[in-house]
């Protein structure tokens, strides 16, 4: 894992060598092992190396075997070793041990799409094709690794991080108010917006060639995996087989994908939240392992939000090598000041600060993680599908003017009240109910019942603030999060799932994770993004995933195989709310 930075124009003079060094030296939290810059006097590339494979060799920006190709690349391969096979016994030889040298003559044999078709990884790169004078930068499938783009004057800037862009003496610091609604509806900016004007992230599944022949600058941008079409067509490909089918293929596809991705030349672990996705990751790799495996839990001092319990449960049952640290307030305050260094642009999602302090706890023992990110996203974990829909199916009978009316009479009653009397009512029927601010979710409940269709439903739902408050009235821009990816013969709670998995999961959740682990040093894997594991998701069929009471069904199975289902099954400590 590495962090990647470069521009052009770039003349091969002693200051912008210096530019690119400063360019890399921002980065260095994602690659503290090795560092390196290059020019040929049209484009400059530099790179900062985390170093997982092949320790001692594999330094970039590296050059294929003819030379035609440079890259600067930000990721992990994970079946190079069999595409190195296939291109060795096609001549071709290598020189290290490295992936980065297996997708750069992947690229010279097979063509960049092909070759990118036959990735199953997690990626973003810079390319130079010194024949046709072409850049290229690429970014993976579901959109694990970040990439930043865009013109500040007269200069074409690239990085991983906004942080190295602005070391360039071209950088400009406008900010972009289009962004900043954006941000206030979703608490998160969704590409290809970032807080900067002229600055975009790079969309998942997405490339973007400039010639540079004679200084055209003629620029092309293409999808070259869309989430959304494939989604599309292989819906008319459902998969046949039963549920117990179905639960016993993923359990084979996982297997097989932790398999590859659990082998590094440096300390693997999982981060264990005590949740289902990270432990059938941690079932799984465990299983494939002599001795116990690492794992890493954050707890917390307020046990209606603490797993750390759960998370011991599970160690203790699979035999792993467990550690765990329990928040206080105190470290949760210490590390705010850090946050915006780490996400160079305004983020809110709460969980980042005990993302960063697991990983921070994980770094002292291994260098590389995997996570349960992206389970939900594809087989229906958040409460939304399931009671969302619910939701819709009752309210959708009821007419418009009663809507209107019960949602009127439950916004007159302040949130603050509606939770003091939620208070008192536990009070009285000795409950302890684990909902939290009930008001807000009432209030949400009120501005649902007024939704036009299914699309004005979810939108409503995955919004911070109404569209009525003035900030988001007044924001025209449309990015990725638009009407156009609903899907009409799609159901409602695959539509949801959908539109999460290309907004939600690469700008709110993989966000986190990259930003948070790099941070300190510490690559974080996906298992459940794997290609392989998506398109099977995107196959089997709805009630596979989900019922109107609980979601991830056929995840709950492939555990069973691995848990006893009377240690797992447990109620979520999360309920209904606008990003559950």
């Known amino acids: 894992m590495c962090g990647i930075a470069g521009f052009f124009p770039c003349s091969k003079t002693d200051s912008n060598l210096s530019i690119l060094k ?127 783009y865009g013109w500040c004057n007269k200069t074409f800037l690239f990085a991983s991080e906004l942080k190295s862009m602005k070391r360039h003496p071209s950088w400009d610091n406008t900010f972009d108010l289009d962004a900043v609604s954006q941000l206030m509806q979703y608490n998160y900016i969704p590409a290809p917006l970032s807080i900067y004007k002229g600055v975009n992230k790079l969309e998942p599944g997405t490339l973007i060639s400039f010639n540079l022949k004679n200084n055209s600058f003629e620029s092309i941008k293409e999808k070259w995996f869309d989430y959304s079409l494939e989604v599309k067509d292989l819906k008319s490909k459902i998969y046949l087989g039963t549920f117990n089918d179905a639960v016993n293929d993923l359990d084979n596809i996982m297997n097989k994908v932790i398999e590859g991705q659990g082998k590094a030349d440096v300390p693997v672990g999982v981060f264990l939240s005590g949740g289902l996705d990270s432990s059938l990751i ?73 993302t960063l302090l697991v990983s921070k706890l994980a770094k002292k023992k291994v260098k590389v993680v995997l996570s349960g990110d992206g389970a939900d996203e594809l087989f229906g974990g958040y409460n939304r599908y399931f009671l969302g829909d619910s939701i819709y199916r009752y309210m959708k009978f009821a007419p418009n003017f009663i809507r209107k009316i019960i949602s009127q009479i439950l916004k007159t009653v302040p949130p603050e009240r509606w939770d003091k009397s939620f208070k008192m009512l536990n009070k009285v029927f000795s409950q302890n109910s684990r909902v939290s601010h009930p008001g807000e979710k009432i209030h949400k409940i009120s501005s649902l019942l007024l939704a036009k269709n299914e699309y004005d439903f979810y939108s409503k739902l995955v919004s911070i603030w109404s569209e009525n408050n003035p900030v988001i009235s007044q924001n025209k821009y ?103």
């Open 282 to 354: 941690s079932s799984i790799m465990q299983s494939q392992s002599e001795i116990p495996i690492n794992t890493f839990t954050m707890g917390y001092e307020n046990s209606d939000y603490d797993e750390s319990i759960q998370a011991k449960k599970f160690s203790n049952y699979l035999g792993t090598s467990h550690t765990e640290m329990i928040i206080t307030a105190n470290d949760a305050l210490s590390i705010v000041p850090e946050l915006s260094n780490i996400y160079d642009e305004p983020f809110a999602d709460a969980s980042q600060i005990p």
């Open 22 to 148: 400063s360019m890399s030296e921002a980065l260095i939290h994602r690659g503290p092992d090795d560092n390196g810059e290059w020019t040929n006097g049209i484009v400059g590339l530099a790179h900062r190396r985390l170093s997982i494979f092949d320790l001692n060799s594999g330094s970039q920006p590296m050059h294929s075997s003819s030379k035609r190709y440079t890259i600067s690349y930000n990721g992990e391969v994970y079946n190079f070793k069999s595409l190195k096979k296939q291109l060795i016994s096609k001549g071709i030889s290598f020189k290290t041990n490295t992936d980065t040298e297996v997708v750069l003559e992947s690229i010279e044999f097979w063509g960049l799409h092909k070759a990118l078709s036959l990735f199953h990884g997690m990626f973003a790169f810079a390319l130079w094709d010194n024949n046709k004078h072409i850049l290229t930068l690429v970014r993976d499938r579901m959109g694990e690794k970040p990439l930043y």
């Open 478 to 580: 449309e990015t990725n999060f638009n009407n156009n990816l609903w899907n009409k013969n799609l159901h409602l709670s695959d539509n949801m799932m959908h539109i999460d998995a290309v907004t939600y999961l690469p700008d709110d959740i993989l966000v986190k994770v990259d930003r948070a682990s790099m941070s300190v040093g510490l690559e974080s894997r996906a298992p459940f993004l794997d290609h392989d594991v998506v398109n099977f998701a995107m196959k089997i069929p709805l009630s596979y995933k989900m019922n109107h009471k609980k979601g991830k069904l056929i995840l709950r199975s492939v555990l069973n195989h691995y848990i006893p289902e009377t240690i797992h099954a447990r109620n979520k400590k999360r309920i209904f709310c606008s990003n559950s």
